[in-house]
Structures are given as structure tokens and as C-alpha cells.
């Protein structure tokens, strides 16, 4: 889904914010983005995004080498891609459901569309009773829901998240997880860059650790910190015993292939986003493609 | 899949009455120079057709006393005739120089109380082979031929006329271009403040996938009917100058022809029309082009 490519960045004037990094993301993963402060971490989001360019490397999403992409194409590439931020960033002047129907509204999608999905996607963020309201009325968790909820109404391939846990308190950013989880169910990819080491401990999913623009790990099923375990094996199971709060989400192959998917009900998007596994390869890629009549 | 113009006009009036200020300085400006854009048209045109109406059929009047006898008026013929540079010559007699008297004096009752068809100068109305020989053939005739009341050629008259104008037509058209220029840079900053206060929302659609020409075509929109309000309020202005100068040309003998038929006030109203929208359109453009960053 996401190919970094031998990827560097310098900005004007500094040292670079990454370096020769090359890794690849699957279709549908859970990966965490740590590192201290500096490290690259927004860089490599905004490089996804084509806020910035790589001045070495490529970067390609959905196989598509994103950095030759002209400039009048990146719009396209960012209606595949939902971002979450550590600040909301919500419209302060437009309710809850104004806010969530603007990124419809704005890519020009018609009416009757966005009322449905709109109203569909405050259910799956639980805030269906509170389309109303004004951001301002909601506490820091919820407005971090609406968030979410704008960059998914869409139903993009991929979904960013710079910290977006980082205005919260612990029991709140729990909340906010198990959403960005029940979202990654539905076969959307999550890539969550973060400082949060109890969530990366608990979740034990991929984590890329980046230290001023390195690469410095890549393990599957990873915690915040280096462990002496780690070193031995990165991608065996460690023994830390797990919160039991996440203990649940911890098998994701199982979830997947499991029959009673919750999510179904809340979000009826079976035809159009099939909860997919690795196997089924392209399959969301080409069927949203052409759902959407749209490529980048 | 698209900009639908409900969305534009929605985000367009929004627009507008939250920065309501700027658009209103914006759109009396534009209105302040499209005035003066019109009138100096105006004026152009009815000064040209005063001139040509003066100027295109006579080169030469020749002014023959009221009642006199036939033997002079047989005379100046035949000097007419005698004068290489005269290319023809027209005669009006008495009864057609007082009918042509009472067109010109229209309205000046007074006036015409006191004409009578023996009262008014009869007229030669020459043509030139070349209209600048007028001063050379009129002094000829008025050097003392007998039964000559006086001649004119339009030449001075109308070289003061079309200085004078020229020269009104030139401040005009400076104050006018200026103040075009001052309206642009108007609209820009109006477009500057909006796209400001609208700074969350543009990042927001650049983040979610807008299409730059979504983001863009609001605020253009919004430059575009700045300048055609400026531009609705210029073309009234230009209407009044217009009946004003009917007005003068009813009243003032030598404007006599200085009207502008309504076929060119349409043309000179699309015209001001025309400037107003692209002034808004690249005032706008400019805005977007330097302060939209998408
Ligand atoms: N727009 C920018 N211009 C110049 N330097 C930048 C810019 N953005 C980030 N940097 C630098 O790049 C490095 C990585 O920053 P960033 O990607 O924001 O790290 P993180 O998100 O992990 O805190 C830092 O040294 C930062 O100062
Ligand atoms: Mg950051």
C-alpha cells in the first residue's frame, strides 16, 4: 500500500529529517510511527501526503510512484488518504455533521451521499446523537472522533494519525484506539505516528522507530521502548503481559477472518469496502477505484 | 463529481458579507472609475460626432447678406466657380436657410420670434478638395467681395473644440486609469482578507482533496461580482451623464449634434460592464494566485 523507496528529505538549510529510508506497508496494517521528538516522524506522513517531496528516493501508494504525480493529480491522491492530527483541526463555525459533510462537500460528492454516509460514520464514531452540536460544546475525545470521522467518511485506503492521542488523557486515548482499530477492521490501512508508549505497548502491532531521520527498527507486533527481548528476537512475541484493556485486539488474523463482525452492523460496508486479508491482494483498491470512477 | 453553483454562490455570499467592509470599498471604487471610464467614452463620441456632423459636409459656409440682389449672389457664383481648390458648391435660398435656422434654434422660441425667411443670411456650403485649404479659400471670399455677409470654415472651431476635449478626455482617462488600478489592487485585498479568514477551511479542503479550481473559483467568483456591482452602479452613472449631455445639446447651439445614439450608450454600457468583471476577474486572480497557496 505504502513503499518507501531509499527515501531522504532535507529541508532548506538543516540536517536531513530522514534518511535512506526504505520500507514497505501492507494492505490493511496497523503500523505505529515512534520517535523522539524530531525525528522525522511528521516528514514522513507529509511526505505520504505530498505536502513535501523527497529530494532522493520514491515514494509510492497504491503502486503509484506519488512523487512524478502532477500537481493537479494530488487532490485525487489525497481523497485516498484520511489525516488526523493532535489538534483536531475542526471547523469551529460548522456543527459536528457540517463538519464531517464539508470533506464531502468539497470534493464535490452529491447530497443524498454525503447525508447517508455522514449520518453512517457519526454512528461508527458513536457521536450519532451529537451531529448538532458545535465543537466547542465537545470535550477533546470527541472532537477527536469528529476528526476521524471527516478523514473516513470517505473511506480512504489509508489513514494517517500524528499523534492523535497527544491533547488526550489515557482513558480518552484508549477510546480513540479502539476506534482507529474497529476503522483498521474494515481493511483500511493505519499508520499512527505517536509519543504514546502505553498505547504502543498495548496494541503490539508493527512499530517503526525513527531517530533524527533513521530508520532504527521495523518489528512486527512491537512495544514503545527497546527491550533486551527485542534485540533477540524482533519478531517473536515478547513476554510482557499485555493491558488487559487491548488483550482483545491483539490477534488481528483471527479478528479479520472472524464471523461476527461487529462493524457490519454499525457500518453496513461490506459491498463496497470488503473486510479483506492480506491474500485477497487489490481486491478493496480496484473495487473502490471503481466505485469512485476516479484514479489519481 | 464537480463545483456546483449552488456551492459557489453559497460560498460566494458568504464571503462577501463577512468581509462586507472591503467588498463595499472595493465596489465603489470600481464604480468611481468605470463612471469616469464612460463618461470620457461618452464624451468621445459625442464630441467625434459633433465634429463630424460640423465638419464632414461643409468645409466652406459662405454667408451671403439677407436679401441680396441677384447680380451679386451671381458674382460670388461665378468667383466659385473661378476658385480651383472648391470642389462644389451648394446653394440653401432663403426659405431653406430660415427652415434650417429654426431646426438649429429649436426650442429657443425668443429667437425664432424675431427670424423671418427675410431676415436669416442665405448660404453657399462648399466642399474642399482639401478641407485644409479652408483658411486660404475663406480669406479669398471675405476680402471684400460685395453681397458677402462673412464666411466660416469649421477649421478653428473645431481644432479649439477637439483640443479642449482631448485634453478633458485625457484627464479623465488618467484619473480613470488610476482609479482602475486602485479598484484592482482593491479587489486583491479584498480577496487577501477573505482567503485569510478563510485560512482553516482552505486547509482543511487541501487536505481532504478539494481540487484546486475548488478552492479557487469562490473567491474568484467573489472578485468577479465585486466588479459587476462596481460596474451595475458605473452604468447608471453613465446613463445620467448621458442625459446630461442630451440635455446640454438641446440647449447649447454649438453641442447641437453632440449626442450618443442609444445603439453606441448599449455599446459603451457592455464596455464598462466588460472592464468591471475583468477587473474582478484579475484582481481576484492575482489574490488567489499569490495568496492561496494550493
Ligand atoms: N518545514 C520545515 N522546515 C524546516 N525544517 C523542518 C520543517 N519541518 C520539520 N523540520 C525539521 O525536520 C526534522 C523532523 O521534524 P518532524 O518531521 O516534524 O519530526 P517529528 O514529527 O518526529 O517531531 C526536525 O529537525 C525539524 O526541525
Ligand atoms: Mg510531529
Known sequence: MIRFDDVTKVYKGGSPALKNITLEIQKGEFVFLVGSSGSGKTTFLKLILREEKPDQGAIYVAGRDIGVLSAWKVPHLRRNLGCVFQDFRLLPNKTVAENVAFALEVIGRPRQVITTQVAQVLDLVGLGQKASRMPDELSGGEQQRVAIARAFVNRPLVLLADEPTGNLDPATSQGIMSLLDRINRTGTTVLMATHDVGIVDSMRRRVIELDRGTLVRDQARGVYGLTDEMHSSTSGLPAVPLSPAFAELLDKDNRRSGKADLDKQKLPLSDDVPVSDAGKGNSRVSSVRARRGSRY | ?294
Open chain 2, 1 to 294: 463529481m464537480g463545483l456546483s453553483v449552488e456551492y459557489v454562490a453559497k460560498e460566494t455570499a458568504t464571503n462577501l458579507w463577512r468581509n462586507r467592509l472591503m467588498a463595499l470599498a472595493a465596489i465603489l471604487t470600481v464604480a468611481v472609475s468605470l463612471s469616469l471610464v464612460g463618461t470620457a467614452l461618452l464624451l468621445r463620441q459625442a464630441v467625434n460626432r459633433q465634429i463630424g456632423a460640423v465638419a464632414s459636409n461643409v468645409n466652406l459656409q459662405i454667408f451671403v447678406n439677407p436679401g441680396a440682389p441677384k447680380s451679386q449672389l451671381a458674382y460670388i457664383r461665378q468667383e466659385i466657380k473661378a476658385t480651383p481648390q472648391i470642389e462644389s458648391c451648394n446653394y440653401l435660398n432663403s426659405t431653406e436657410s430660415y427652415n434650417q435656422a429654426k431646426q438649429l434654434l429649436k426650442g429657443q422660441k425668443t429667437v425664432l420670434s424675431v427670424l423671418s425667411p427675410g431676415t436669416v443670411p442665405t448660404d453657399f456650403r462648399c466642399q474642399l478638395h482639401n478641407p485644409n485649404q479652408a483658411a486660404t479659400v475663406g480669406a479669398l471670399f471675405s476680402a471684400g467681395i460685395p453681397g458677402v455677409y462673412k464666411v466660416t470654415w469649421p477649421g478653428q472651431s473645431i481644432h479649439v473644440m477637439e483640443q479642449v476635449t482631448s485634453v478633458l478626455q485625457l484627464i479623465l482617462l488618467i484619473v480613470a486609469i488610476a482609479l482602475l488600478v486602485s479598484s484592482l489592487v482593491l479587489i486583491l485585498n479584498a480577496i487577501r482578507m477573505a482567503i485569510f479568514s478563510r485560512r482553516r477551511e482552505v486547509s482543511v479542503m487541501k487536505l481532504v482533496g478539494a481540487t484546486n479550481w475548488f478552492i479557487r473559483i469562490p473567491f474568484m467568483a467573489e472578485g468577479l461580482v465585486q466588479g459587476f456591482l462596481g460596474s451595475l452602479v458605473a452604468v447608471g452613472i453613465v446613463m445620467l451623464s448621458n442625459w446630461g449631455l442630451s440635455y446640454l445639446s438641446d440647449r447649447v447651439q454649438a453641442l447641437s449634434q453632440a449626442t450618443v445614439p442609444s445603439g453606441d450608450l448599449l455599446v459603451t454600457e457592455i464596455l464598462v460592464v466588460l472592464v468591471g468583471l475583468i477587473v474582478g476577474v484579475v484582481g481576484s486572480s492575482v489574490a488567489v494566485r499569490k495568496f492561496l497557496d494550493v
